[in-house]
């Protein structure tokens, strides 16, 4: 047995976690608080290969495995979640359904571009009357003429309307109880992007209502095979499932930082508040239960990329951490007192950033359920 | 073109601590690239990318996990790497340091040998001196701006009043000072490229030191005693009430600052 990461791993860690600190700490605040999009931080991160790590290098990507994808995530949502959703939405929702189920001339179309960070995808899944139920999707796509015309609407999604968003994958109606996957460029007639939405948190990550009316795009925008839309959908959020959850290590890892920091800092009764055993017992329960579920996360990652089954796995990561940071966001900024509250303190942000983690790609009560199903349940 | 960057691995993060029984840094720990030693990688990477030729070499002397250190200078760019490494180089001072190095540079023969301003743990910045002068090398430290044309290398030099402006013909040695350049972060190509780049592993044997010159005994170095700074002495605290201005002023003339 060897739970060693390698040099590369490590080597991996330790230039996202320093460019981290150095390019996205000092404008964090600013972007959440003008729920700024990060474009120069994007063109940095392409720059470095980190907008497309699971793609093989023949399309533009970096062909690192699923652990070093984790860990890069992990390191972003370490000091803010907005990067991080923004890179982990367009990895693994926008742009792997096209290397996973794309043709050969699909792939060079779009692969190039995206994995570069030059340009965004996004993934449309979600609807007014299609979340946890995903399947329920009303967006139909009709043949006619050769071409696909969709109508319908998708809610909350992630990096639709970017200036650099290239394009949507979405799901959609193509028969009685079938579901297809089709490709809709940023710019078809029909197609229509909102205002941003105002959110609690992620602020400085773009998320949309679209809605297509008569959206006509060429026959050869399916992707994949007519009708194998859900099972493709339910193996992209598998996958997904990942890298959120090493969201919720990063976010859990913040926050304990955060607190660490300053109950060493901060002085009450005489001492610092670290000296005081309450904080103390907090802090210790915070790093065990970030071991924990470091350890899940980077386990089912680890089975992806030896080929073997992760499903299972990946949704208990993703829960796990999702609770692990909610729990952590709270008492980290409950060792902040009522500095904590402010807009200053960045626990604030992570404190705000943190319950998303819970909701998306599948709330607490969807991964329970997937589990349950994997128990035989 | 042949560009040697000598770097050291240096303990992570900026807290120092001394060993009182052995007087010596406490090197435990995670260890990194000094940041200084980023700063002349980058510019020998500069200086290839810009030539449109050229060999980076890194240099290092030091325990085996030193080559985590060089593992990022190959994910930034660099070619290939030289380590130095054998148990009888431990508590090696700057003088049994610079012999070593000497050695490896003289079996390399490089056009050009860069150094960082000094090393983060123990911040000597003489290391470079004593390398140029047993290299019987020209030297310019403190580099700012660095230019090779024709087989002369110029380099703009801080000083305290301003810069001076120095010429040496090659093969010569540089030290760079940290305002140099923004080293960039290795990018995920060179990360998963950099452990197929060539790495060579060198004992002192191999490099011809005799054992005297090397690691303690060929250190001339004694730490005699170790102690605290002293403290700062009385110090005055001036509030912005609006008056700070003129009471700043007054205290720097008080002591004919100004
Ligand atoms: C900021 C943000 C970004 C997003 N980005 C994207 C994106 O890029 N692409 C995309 O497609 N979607 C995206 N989503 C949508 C997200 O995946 C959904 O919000 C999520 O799946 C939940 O769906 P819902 O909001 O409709 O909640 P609902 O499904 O209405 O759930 C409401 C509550 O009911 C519970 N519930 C529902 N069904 C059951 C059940 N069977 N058993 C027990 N409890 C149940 C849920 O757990 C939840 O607590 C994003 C959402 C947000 C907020």
Redesign the interface.
């Known amino acids: 047995m060897d739970l060693d990461l390698t040099?590369?791993h490590?080597?991996?860690r330790?230039?996202v976690r320093?460019?981290a600190l150095e390019r996205v700490g000092p404008v964090a605040e600013e972007l959440d608080r003008e729920a700024r999009f990060p474009y120069e931080i994007v063109a940095e991160l392409g720059?470095?290969?980190?907008m497309g790590?699971p793609i093989p290098?023949r399309y533009g990507g970096?062909?690192?495995d699923t652990v070093?994808y984790a860990i890069a995530i992990e390191e972003l949502t370490r000091i803010d979640s907005s990067v991080a959703i923004t890179v982990a939405a367009h990895t693994s929702l926008g742009t792997t359904p096209i290397y996973l189920f794309g043709s050969e001339e699909q792939r060079r179309e779009w692969l190039p571009r995206l994995a570069s960070g030059e340009r965004l995808a996004a993934f449309g899944l979600t609807e007014p009357e299609a979340g946890s139920d995903a399947g329920a999707t009303r967006t139909t796509a009709e043949r006619r003429n050769g071409s696909w015309v969709v109508n319908g609407s998708k809610i909350f999604i992630t990096n639709a309307g970017t200036d650099i968003s290239a394009c949507v994958t979405i799901t959609a109606r193509t028969g009685e109880d079938e579901i297809s996957n089709v490709i809709v460029p940023n710019g078809t007639p029909g197609y229509e992007i909102s205002a941003p939405m105002h959110k609690l948190g992620w602020r400085a990550s773009d998320t949309r209502e679209l809605s297509f009316r008569e959206c006509e795009v060429p026959e050869g925008n399916l992707l994949g095979e007519r009708g194998r839309g859900y099972s493709q959908f339910l193996e992209i959020l598998d996958g997904g499932r990942i890298s959120v959850a090493a969201m919720g290590v990063g976010l859990a890892q913040g926050a304990y930082d955060l607190a660490y920091a300053y109950a060493q800092e901060r002085r009450q009764f005489g001492r610092p508040i670290s000296k005081f055993q309450a904080v103390q017992f907090r802090l210790a329960d915070m790093a065990t239960e970030i071991e924990a579920g470091r350890a899940l996360v980077y386990r089912a990652a680890w089975l992806k990329d030896q080929g073997r089954p992760f499903a299972r796995e990946a949704a208990m990561a993703k829960l796990y951490t999702g609770e692990l940071s909610n729990r952590a966001a709270n008492w980290a900024l409950q060792i902040h007192g009522g500095y904590g509250y402010m807009d200053e303190y960045a626990i604030s942000r992570l404190y705000r950033d943190q319950k998303i983690l819970e909701i998306g790609e599948g709330t607490n009560e969807i991964q329970r359920l997937v589990i349950a199903k994997h128990l035989g349940l | 073109m042949r560009i040697a960057v000598c770097v050291k691995q240096v303990p992570e993060g900026a807290a120092k601590r001394i060993d009182p029984a052995t007087r010596r840094l406490d090197r435990a720990g995670e260890g990194a690239l000094n940041a200084y030693d980023a700063n002349a990688v980058e510019e020998a990477l500069r200086l290839k990318e810009s030539a449109g030729e050229g060999e980076v070499v890194l240099l290092t002397m030091g325990p085996a996990r030193a080559a985590d250190a060089i593992r990022k200078a190959l994910a930034m760019g660099a070619d290939r790497a030289i380590l130095v490494t054998d148990d009888a180089a431990a508590g090696s001072d700057l003088l049994a340091t610079s012999i070593a190095l000497a050695r490896a540079l003289e079996r390399e023969q490089p056009d050009l040998v860069l150094f960082g301003q000094q090393a983060a743990d123990s911040d000597g910045a003489v290391l470079w001196g004593a390398v140029a002068d047993r290299l019987r090398r020209p030297l310019i430290s403190q580099v700012a701006e660095l230019t090779l044309a024709d087989g002369v290398v110029t380099g703009k030099r801080q000083s305290e009043f301003g810069y001076d402006v120095i010429r040496a013909p090659l093969p010569a040695v540089v030290a760079v000072s940290d305002s140099i350049n923004e080293p960039r972060y290795p990018s995920l190509k060179g990360i998963m490229g950099a452990k197929k780049k060539p790495q060579e592993t060198l004992t002192l044997a191999d490099l011809g030191v005799e054992s005297d010159r090397a690691g303690e005994a060929g250190s001339r170095t004694e730490v005699l005693a170790l102690s605290e700074p002293p403290s700062r002495g009385e110090s005055r605290r001036i509030d912005g009430d609006g008056a700070a201005p003129e009471a700043i002023i007054a205290f720097l003339a008080e002591k004919r600052l100004v």
Do not use: I, N, P, Y
């Open positions: 040099e590369e490590e080597l991996v330790k230039t320093e460019f720059q470095l290969g980190l790590m290098e970096g062909g690192a070093s």
